[in-house]
Nanobody, 122 residues
């Protein structure tokens, strides 16, 4: 089983930046697609960004141009660089291992981290 641990969340002012990290255990990390999800209070968990095993990326419209997902397979780590943060980005962010298909869609498998809180506030 793949185990995922997120880090890097915190409190940031509007317009600021954070970089989230997700460290994965196991030797098959490089063969998996990965995604970042977020969940705000009272809302469903939503996909923010995904990346294939080969490094192809896809983003939700709400974060496109502001967030960047990347991975370092040698370190078994996936990152989410978040710039120009605003209050609507406030949520718990979760790392996920899943499946990416040719049309860019991402389907989560039941591999989740514990989540890391991102709060954007003045």
């Amino acid at each position: 089983q793949v185990q995922l641990v997120e880090s890097g969340g915190g409190l940031v002012q509007p317009g600021g930046s954070l970089r989230l990290s997700c460290a994965a255990s196991g030797s098959i990390f490089s063969a998996r697609a990965m995604g970042w999800y977020r969940q705000a209070p009272g809302k469903q968990r939503e996909l923010v960004a995904s990346i294939t095993s080969g490094g192809l990326t896809n983003y939700a419209d709400s974060v496109k141009g502001r967030f960047t997902i990347s991975r370092d397979n040698a370190k078994n780590t996936v990152y989410l660089q978040m710039n120009s943060l605003n209050s609507e980005d406030t949520a718990v962010y979760y790392c996920n291992a899943g499946i990416a298909v040719a049309n860019g869609s991402y389907f989560p498998l039941d591999y989740w981290g514990q989540g890391t809180q991102v709060t954007v506030s003045s």
